[in-house]
């Protein structure tokens, strides 16, 4: 359903296979949770906050790949047994790149203004 590919937007990118439907679940990546601390600098772009204070999720699969938009076409939810779930806002077309909002903490701890 999904693959990744070369990105207009930043690197590396996920896009859609097919045509996908509103509300359709695209992915159940695992995480793990790590102390902030120990995320290295390299890595600080592509983790998660984590549901407790100083901690960061690792997520594995192309949960990390997604990239940003001010109008994305796909959300995300805490799944069960430490998974994120991604799921489309509205249908996508064939080969259009899925897109997370990283939200304005992400762009406000970094001092940028979001793309």
């Not at 902030?36 to 901690?55: F, R, S």
Request: proline residues 6%; charged residues 25%.
């Amino acid at each position: 359903m999904i693959k990744v590919g070369h990105s207009k937007i930043a690197g590396k990118g996920v896009f859609a296979r097919q045509r996908i439907g509103n509300d359709a679940i695209i992915e159940e990546s695992p995480y793990v949770s790590i102390p902030m601390e120990l995320v290295p600098e390299p890595l600080g772009d592509y983790v998660y906050t984590g549901n407790k204070p100083n901690t960061a999720m690792l997520v594995l699969g192309h949960g990390m790949l997604f990239n940003h938009s001010q109008d994305p076409n796909v959300d995300y939810y805490l799944g069960k047994k430490k998974t994120i779930v991604y799921y489309t806002l509205r249908a996508v077309k064939k080969g259009e790149e899925l897109t997370i909002s990283y939200g304005s903490d992400w762009w406000e701890s970094r001092d940028i203004d979001p793309i």
